[in-house]
């Protein structure tokens, strides 16, 4: 079974992608906390991790160079409601694969779950 790794401060994003993805026989993760997500992701290996861009506490350009520092192969998708925004593309070099926009493109996320 795949697993996600949700990191997202909106409660509303969180139960969406949990419930959509659980359904679609994923096992899933969430966190609404910037650290203690990443916290996660360097604990436990996981096929995607989706990270939020803004987030109170560590952004999502800070979360993705964290766990890119500890687990170099991490495959991690960006989401933004902004797409330009100078911190998704921090995030997309500091090694972030891609970038979702919100409301989600779930086909799209599917296409980055796929090996």
């Known amino acids: ?4 790794l949700v990191i997202d401060d909106e409660t ?5 992608i949990k419930i959509i993805f659980e ?3 994923y096992q899933v993760r969430v966190f609404s906390e910037s650290q203690a997500g990443m916290e996660e992701a360097l604990r436990t290996d996981y096929d995607l991790i989706l990270v939020d861009v803004r987030m ?3 952004n999502g350009a800070e979360v993705t160079e964290g766990i890119r520092k500890g687990k170099a192969g991490a495959k991690i ?4 409601a902004y797409p330009n925004d ?3 593309a921090r995030a997309l070099q500091a090694g ?3 970038l979702v926009k919100k409301p989600f493109e779930i086909a799209k996320i599917l296409d980055f779950l796929k090996d």
């Open 1 to 4: 079974m795949k697993s996600i």
């Open 12 to 16: 509303m994003v969180l139960d969406a």
């Open 23 to 25: 359904d679609m026989g």
């Open 56 to 58: 109170p506490g560590m």
């Open 77 to 80: 998708l960006i989401i933004t």
């Open 86 to 88: 100078p911190l998704a």
């Open 96 to 98: 972030a694969f891609g």
